[in-house]
């Protein structure tokens, strides 16, 4: 199959259904991979993967099988072509969500440690759980037909394999508590790391931090997934605010940025209001970092920064601004410049038409409104300062972004 046709179809089962799906050519060699490497941290590694060798041996071509093993996880087996060279499997998945009785039952059945089950958690955890599996299979019979249009209908077959005193198929993890713990520390460290880019603005190495932090998940602390989800949301949202502050961010960015995620998280009603919500706020604070950092500058430059900020639709002077700090003019004047690498006047517009794009790609409001809504009386002026920055008139930005928005 094209590469780029299997990496598509991989995504949209990922991103629609939190699925991963894996594609092996005979003889399979990489098949470990279809469980995300489970078994290969079972006791009997060899003999666990050659029984499931010898299953998909034995599996009928135009059969969607579903196998359900001992620990209760449930995978898809098919071969989308004839020959059975090309293999494709799909999971692991749960039927329903992991529960206290899960963990009993499994330990009884198992004959867990203690040890044995915080080892396990680390991975379960982080295993979807799918209600039905009509679902998945309409989804993958669409993905069958695209693969392979000439594909007659796939019948249904079901494998429960999961009674162990009937098949004596015994789930034992390997006694690694170095392993386990190597683990744990290797999730505290990537968070450590994820916070340090975010500290620094680094938005594409936070989000690749971030991708590693969250693919080793732990036990939930709460029995709702959606309260859980709010709940370990609202903890990284504080955590991002803490880590930004040493960049001398003025304390209202910080205030507006943390309550506006804060609310987002309450009013969510479902997990899907919140899918993508965690890389959303990761760039909106490493974003803030960039915009709104100040410290770099002296104290009174960035005392000026943060005037000019939360004044930037008044008239703002420099008289007013250097008598404010008790400096002269030409002081001020030369230590904005030396620091910020351009002059205040010409910040104070660049601010104000950045604000007047926004709100004309955003807002109804005239033209004129506009001008005075940023601080620009003058609509004339307003207009030959828009331009001599943006290079079009107000009237023409907006008609671009209209019309762009409209393709």
Known sequence: MISRTLDFITKILKNTLKLDMHYFLEPYNDLPAFDLYLRDSLERTQELYDDVRGFIREMDHHTFHIVTDSYMLNYIFFYPYEDKNDLITIGPYFNKTVDDKYWQDL?????????????????????????????????????????????????????????????????????????????????????????QHISAGDRKAALEAAKRFVSAPFEPRLTSTLREQKSL??????????????????????????????????????????????????????????????????????????????????????????????VSVPYLSNLFKKEVGTTIIKYINKLRIERAKSLLNSSSLSIQDIAIHVGIYDHNYFTKVFKKEVGVAPTDFRSNSYQEKNK
């Open 107 to 195: 330990t009884e059945e198992h004959n867990l440690t203690i040890s044995n089950v915080q080892h396990l958690k680390s991975f379960i955890y982080g295993i979807p759980v799918i209600n039905t599996n009509l679902h998945i299979i309409s989804t993958i019979g669409n993905i069958v037909s695209y693969i392979n249009p000439d594909a007659t209908p796939f019948s249904i077959q079901y494998h429960d394999l999961s009674d162990v005193s009937k098949l004596g198929i015994v789930y034992q993890p390997k006694s690694d508590f170095d392993a386990y713990s190597r683990k744990v520390e290797l999730r505290y460290r990537t968070e450590k790391e994820l916070l």
């Open 233 to 326: 949301l609202i903890t990284a949202n504080t955590l991002f605010r803490k880590a930004i502050e040493p960049n001398e961010i003025h304390p209202i960015f910080l205030h507006e940025i943390s309550s506006k995620f804060v609310n987002y998280i309450e009013n969510a009603l479902s997990e899907t209001a919140l899918d993508h919500l965690y890389e959303k706020m990761i760039r909106e604070y490493c974003l803030l970092v960039k915009t709104k950092s100040t410290k770099q500058y002296s104290h009174c430059v960035r005392q000026t920064l943060y005037f000019i900020d939360f004044n930037l639709d008044a008239k703002i002077n420099l008289s007013d601004l250097a008598e404010k700090y008790n």
